[in-house]
């Protein structure tokens, strides 16, 4: 590349070459250093600050450059994405603005010839590249300006005083622009913006409803439309039609739209994805009917992934007088200069490239589109199964097969006809799966589309990312092999909501919060007992309780995710559980948090009442402590209390007095002797300390087993077998005793039986004497110790 630049005859050109190439090489590379030390300190560098007098070299400001564009705050998966195909064409694009800034120093005469060229060639190779013959074009910076360029020359050409007079003209006889209502939010409102037209000049045509695509224009209904205006003293001035919309990818009927707008003498201008389709060998009836309309909007940047490239409107119009008039064309050769970059990267790529990149994004669409045919739950909303540029597609789980592959499902999801707060809840899952497909396979481009009818989609448009993205068939694949694992966790999430929302409301303690909004098991919330507490410190508890009840389920060895739900429009004080598989144990899982609630209510209890307690506690002890010491006065003596004296009469005769130790009981609150304590100890006997709680129902689990998990059939066996502790065997052992004796009141045996059964009743004896023997032992070793602390003592 460097020794063609220097062949170059203009040095200028070599130089702007060999600095663009430096520059790009410095800002795609994302050196490690720079993001430790923002992620360590705070960069002074990111605050405004005054422009320095001396100036900055050109590395120091591509080094700022490049610090703002891989910001931390960026995803930088989704940025190595973006970056990492922008490749030599992009470099072209990027090369096109520079020589722009360096052609317009030109003189005028060499700018208009270099800016004609430059026009005229870039058109006519669009015009036979999506087959529009004798057309002109228009390259702007945002794509909706061709539209609004397009309706001001239509404004002057049906009104031929409005040079003069202005709205005046439209006051007089208001025009009126169709616009689908499957169109891009906003673009009706925009139009009338611009051109300063009240927002009544805006019709809405809605879509089918009955026969043909929900996405189409309805025709019908738009004839009887343009009827009525008309009858009105109104004039139809403009349609704007979809070939590709921009939720669903379908097309409009373009032919009869056409002959619609033939008839009433109406503007026809086609917008979409699908018109990149025009550039294959095959094309569609529906799409190839857009080559008769009188303008069409491409945007070739994001088709061919060319950053930075203009959007361009071909259109058909004789009057240069009016073109000019409403900006579609321009005397200042500046303004011809926006074709620049596309004229360069068009060049790069040649014709077979072009095609090949629009090839390969609907080859990559009809692979997802077939894979998806074949998968249960599975929902695909495209116009044409043989050649759909654009697939939309939605977990749907009312389709009559589902009875068949859930097992003891709940019958409000096995139906065909879904309320609306069913169909709320797929689309909240159908959001989650979009989120979940975009996080795994970030170079498949799929995003989540809201439709009308359909509700909340998955969308797969590679003519809009793949060539920005470097989407590939194995990326595609790996997209369906993760859809594939999703499914099954979507249909066990529905199938198990019911019942932790029935399991809930049996539990004490536990209300069950509906959110439709949340994509996951459900939402709980543990109930705080107020006893007569205002509502403000209410409130405090419960949500002190249940971010307490949340570290600690998030501290289980479980496969499930529990949270506080979403930042904005969760609920309060809730306990948000999220995605389940088919092996979970809905009871152990509701039973489970309640039952840590209530631990968790308990502590919060003892602990409010503790210093109450202890101050009661101190008091207690305080005056027994006095007791104590009158009653040891009396038993001692007034003369053992004498200094010297006491000393003498202590030696020659010692006083015994027995150690009477107190102990504070915390959960009563009470002070309790100590003497029960030393007995137990000296005689192995005293009061049994109170058990541990447990729940009420145990499950054994294996070893690696998490919570909340059933058990499956072939692990059960293992479980009943292989898990037997020591007290299991002892239990067993005194059964096998009891069988015994019971055989031998009852009569003879047989004498093989009776030798068998001699030598269970054997073997248990032993047993028993040696647990009596290990505990007499132990009751010996613990006397002695007892004698020992007195003699020392």
């Not at 396979?441 to 797969?460: H, I, K, Q």
């Not at 447990?694 to 689990?701: A, D, E, F, L």
Request: proline residues 4%; contains cysteine.
């Amino acid at each position: 590349m460097e020794s063609s630049l220097e062949k170059m005859v203009d040095p200028t050109l070599a130089e702007m070459g060999k600095n663009l190439n430096e520059a790009m090489m410095m800002l795609e590379d994302n050196p490690r250093k720079i993001e430790e030390e923002n992620e360590k300190k705070y960069v002074r560098n990111d605050i405004p600050g005054p422009l320095q007098g001396s100036g900055q070299d050109m590395v120091c400001i591509l080094q700022l450059v490049q610090n703002l564009m891989h910001g931390e705050e960026e995803d930088e998966s989704s940025q190595s994405y973006r970056l990492q195909n922008v490749g030599e064409q992009g470099h072209m694009a990027l090369l096109g603005h520079s020589l722009a800034a360096y052609i317009s120093v030109l003189n005028r005469e060499r700018l208009r010839n270099l800016t004609t060229r430059i026009l005229s060639d870039t058109t006519l190779w669009l015009c036979r590249l999506f087959r529009y013959e004798n057309g002109s074009a228009y390259y702007h910076e945002d794509d909706r300006e061709g539209l609004l360029k397009v309706c001001r020359l239509v404004i002057h050409s049906c009104y031929e005083d409005y040079t003069v007079e202005g709205f005046n003209v439209l006051y007089n006889k208001q025009p009126v622009i169709y616009i689908s209502s499957a169109a891009r939010t906003g673009l009706g409102q925009t139009l009338c913006n611009q051109l300063g037209l009240p927002l009544s000049c805006m019709c809405r045509v809605p879509c089918n409803t009955m026969f043909g695509s929900q996405h189409q224009m309805d025709v019908a209904l738009l004839d009887r439309l343009i009827k009525d205006d008309i009858n009105s003293g109104k004039l139809p001035l403009l349609l704007v039609a979809n070939a590709g919309t921009p939720g669903a990818g379908h097309t409009d009927k373009l032919g009869r739209l056409k002959e619609l707008c033939e008839q009433y003498n109406m503007w026809l201008h086609v917008e979409g994805v699908n018109l990149a389709t025009l550039a294959l060998g095959y094309v569609s009836s529906s799409v190839l009917a857009a080559t008769k309309c009188d303008s069409m909007t491409l945007t070739l940047g994001s088709w061919l992934g060319l950053p930075a490239v203009p959007a361009v409107t071909l259109y058909r119009h004789e009057d240069p007088s009016l073109s000019l008039a409403a900006g579609l064309t321009s005397s200042q050769p500046v303004e011809k200069l926006r074709a620049l970059p596309l004229w360069l990267s068009l060049q790069y790529l040649g014709h077979d490239g072009i095609v090949e990149r629009i090839k390969h994004a609907s080859q990559l669409s009809q692979r997802l589109l077939e894979n998806l045919k074949n998968m249960d739950f599975i929902k695909t909303s495209v116009e044409d199964e043989l050649s759909s540029p654009v697939v939309v597609f939605k977990f749907s789980p009312e389709l009559p097969n589902i009875d068949q592959m859930l097992h003891a499902g709940p019958a409000s999801i096995i139906q065909h006809s879904i309320t609306s707060n069913e169909r709320h809840i797929c689309d909240t899952f159908n959001q989650w799966l979009g989120e979940q497909l975009a996080q795994l396979v970030p170079a498949s481009g799929v995003d989540v589309v809201e439709l009308e009818d359909e509700g909340t989609c998955v969308r797969f448009s590679p003519l809009m990312t793949s060539a920005v993205l470097g989407t590939e068939v194995q990326d595609v694949d790996q997209l369906v092999d993760c859809l594939k694992m999703k499914i099954p966790i979507l249909i066990c999430t529905l199938q198990l909501r019911e019942e932790f929302e029935q399991e809930v409301k049996r539990t004490v303690g536990l209300s069950y919060i509906e959110d439709l909004s949340w994509a996951g098991l459900g939402v709980v919330r543990y109930e705080y007992n107020s006893d007569g507490k205002n509502d403000d410190k209410q409130e405090k508890e419960a949500e002190k309780i249940n971010t307490g009840l949340l570290k600690k389920l998030n501290e289980l060895e479980s496969d499930l995710t529990f949270s506080l739900g979403p930042e904005f429009g969760g609920e309060k004080n809730c306990v948000y559980i999220g995605m389940v598989t088919e092996d979970l144990d809905v009871s152990e899982l509701v039973e489970t948090i309640a039952a840590t609630g209530r631990e968790i209510e308990e502590n919060s209890r003892l602990l409010e009442n503790m210093t109450e307690v202890v101050r009661k506690g101190i008091q207690e002890a305080q005056v027994q402590l006095q007791k104590a010491n009158e009653e040891r006065l009396l038993e001692e003596g007034l003369l053992r209390q004498i200094p010297v004296v006491g000393s003498v009469l202590n030696w020659f005769s010692p006083f015994q007095a027995s150690p009477k130790g107190r102990t504070f009981n915390l959960t009563a609150g009470s002070l309790e002797s100590t003497e029960p304590t030393y007995v137990s100890k000296a005689q192995g006997t005293g009061t049994t300390p109170p058990p541990t709680p447990t729940p009420n129902r145990i499950k054994q689990r294996l070893p690696g087993q998490k919570l909340f998990k059933r058990s499956l059939r072939s692990s059960d066996g293992f479980s009943e077998t292989s898990s037997v502790s020591h007290t299991d065997d002892l239990e067993k052992m005194e059964q096998r005793s009891h069988s015994v004796s019971t055989v031998q009141e009852q009569g003879p045996v047989e004498p093989e039986k009776a030798e068998q059964q001699n030598e269970i009743a054997q073997v248990t004896n032993d047993k028993t004497e040696d647990l009596q023997s290990d505990k007499s032992q132990q009751s010996r070793n613990d006397c002695t110790k007892v004698e020992e602390q007195e003699s020392l003592r």
